[in-house]
């Protein structure tokens, strides 16, 4: 019964958030279509008309980047419970992140191994790329991003560092609120609240430091999925940098 309630507890989690997405998507697009009518009017001065489109396609942009921190990864089948290689997984997300990466002049180091986590595959990926996006948007001067795997007090730790513009004190403590972010329209404030709820309903852990001008580091920690040949350091041997 135990199990039942918990997996219960999970399908909320997932519920819940495909219940925000057109939530958050409709605000937008709403806002869109208001502006394209107001377009429509004769007489309208050309700055005004300028500025109509301008915020027009500022919420369009808004609505793709929510789709983007929700459901980068979505297919129309529904989701399972699956083992996940977590190498196999973070280098799906490198290939996807790698031409912002090469923009923001950026350099990726992974050190990965093929430890297995429980979990859905999109929602998986969907965590590890809201997290590794933030620090390839916070080098927009380059820098490195690295990622790491090892397995600390019997768990995978996933661990992703950058040598960015890093968050105060206060911004860390702020981090998976709703609509916190300091990148003005370009942000949406919600990458970060889908990770923390992600990782959540993996039964894993997430631990941040970060230095202003120095950098982040987001640990995250899932327990290890059972499976016949044990997972052991000995892996390290199949480590690879890419
Ligand atoms: P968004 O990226 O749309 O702003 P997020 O929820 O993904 O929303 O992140 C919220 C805020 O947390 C960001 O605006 C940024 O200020 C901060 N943040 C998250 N990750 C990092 C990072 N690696 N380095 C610096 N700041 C970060
Ligand atoms: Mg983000």
């Given at each position: 019964l135990r199990k039942q309630i918990i997996r219960a507890e999970k399908m909320e989690v997932v519920s819940h958030l495909a219940a925000s997405i057109s939530h958050e998507v409709r605000n937008p697009l709403t806002a869109a279509r208001g502006f394209m009518q107001l377009l429509?009017?004769?007489?309208?001065p050309p700055e005004k008309r300028k500025q109509y489109i301008q915020i027009a396609i500022e919420e369009l942009d808004r609505a793709e980047s929510i789709i983007t921190d929700?459901?980068?990864?979505?297919?129309p089948a529904p989701e399972y419970v699956e083992k996940l290689n977590v190498k196999t997984e973070i280098e799906r997300v490198i290939d996807l992140l790698r031409p912002l990466a090469n923009m923001n002049s950026v350099d990726i180091q992974a050190s990965l191994i093929p430890f297995h986590v429980k979990g859905e595959r999109e929602k998986f990926q969907q965590c590890l790329l809201n997290i590794m996006k933030n620090s390839i948007e916070a080098m927009q001067n380059g820098g490195t991003l690295d990622i790491y795997v090892s397995i600390e007090h019997e768990q995978i730790l996933i661990r992703v560092s950058d040598t960015g513009i890093g968050m105060t004190k206060e911004q860390i403590d702020r981090l998976?609120?709703?609509?916190?972010?300091?990148?003005?329209?370009?942000?949406?404030?919600l990458g970060m609240m889908v990770v923390y709820r992600i990782v959540e309903s993996m039964d894993g852990t997430i631990h941040i430091t970060s230095e202003v001008n120095k950098g982040t580091t987001v640990c995250i920690y899932f327990p290890l999925a059972q499976s016949r040949q044990k997972q052991t350091?000995?892996?390290?041997?199949?480590a690879l940098v890419i």
């Open positions: 429509e009017q004769s007489h309208l929700y459901l980068t990864f979505a297919k998976g609120e709703p609509y916190f972010t300091t990148k003005g329209t370009k942000g949406t404030g350091a000995s892996d390290q041997e199949n």
